[in-house]
């Protein structure tokens, strides 16, 4: 079966920047939707980003602007640039992957393949 492994988490200070990536292993890369989810202390695990086989993203509103998700199929990687980012953006960041998906948001729901997580502090 397929497993994600998130690699390029940790600590900045505010206003800097992150890369995080995620390689699939195992199957072919075949999930139609690959996302970025995070969780911060003592709130619930929301989606970041997201980005189908076609290329088409979204994001969520609070990181508009800011992060870029991307992908290299043949590669079997994803990745999440983030810039300028802020103490509230501290979490850990998980990769997640589903064959569908529903429209209107990113939910957690939707994605039976996770990662384990990678922590990004920012610093104010």
């Known amino acids: 079966h397929v497993q994600l492994v998130e690699s390029g988490g940790g600590s900045v200070q505010a206003g800097g920047s992150l890369r995080l990536s995620c390689l699939a292993s195992?199957?072919?890369?075949?999930?139609?939707?690959m996302a970025w989810f995070r969780r911060a202390p003592g709130n619930a695990r929301e989606g970041v980003a997201i980005?189908?086989?076609?290329?088409?993203?979204g994001y969520a509103d609070s990181v508009k602007g800011r992060f870029t998700i991307s992908q290299n199929i043949a590669q079997s990687t994803l990745h999440l640039q983030m810039n300028r980012l802020q103490p509230e953006d501290t979490a850990i960041y998980y990769c997640?992957?589903?064959?569908?998906?529903?429209?209107?948001?990113?939910?957690?729901?939707?994605?039976?393949?996770w990662g384990q997580g990678s922590q990004v502090t920012v610093s104010s």
């Open positions: 980005i189908g086989s076609s290329g088409s993203t």
């Open positions: 195992g199957p072919p890369y075949t999930h139609k939707y």
């Open positions: 997640a992957a589903a064959t569908w998906c529903r429209d209107g948001g990113i939910w957690e729901s939707d994605f039976g393949i």
